[in-house]
């Protein structure tokens, strides 16, 4: 099982960026896709963004023009760019990782955007 860990999580004023780190602990062409998910208090968790081995995207119309997400297949990293954040923003963001027969998830960092 694929072990992920985020990193670049913190508090961000409205209208700043911030972005976020996936390292993975194999290598993550052998995964179908590899998405961030974020899950606000008292709210589902929610696909923010993802990027299959081809490197097609897909993003959440929330976040869309705003946040963009790339990998680096020889650092084993997904990143998500996020500009000009928004309260509505503020949630535990998570890395996942799926392939067929198994999905991975990382422990999620916090990204707070209040003034």
């Known amino acids: 099982q694929v072990q992920l860990v985020e990193s670049g999580g913190g508090l961000v004023q409205p209208g700043g960026s911030l972005r976020l780190s996936c390292a993975a602990s194999?290598?993550?062409?052998?995964?179908?896709?590899m998405a961030w998910y974020r899950q606000a208090p008292g709210q589902q968790r929610e696909l923010v963004a993802i990027?299959?081995?081809?490197?097609?995207?897909n993003y959440a119309d929330s976040v869309k023009g705003r946040f963009t997400i790339s990998k680096d297949n020889a650092k084993n990293s997904v990143d998500l760019q996020m500009n000009n954040l928004k309260p509505e923003d503020t949630a535990v963001y998570y890395c996942?990782?799926?392939?067929?027969?198994?999905?991975?998830w990382g422990q999620g960092t916090q990204v707070t955007v209040s003034s």
């Open positions: 996942n990782a799926y392939q067929i027969g198994r999905a991975s």
């Open positions: 194999e290598n993550i062409v052998n995964f179908l896709t």
């Open positions: 990027i299959n081995v081809r490197g097609s995207t």
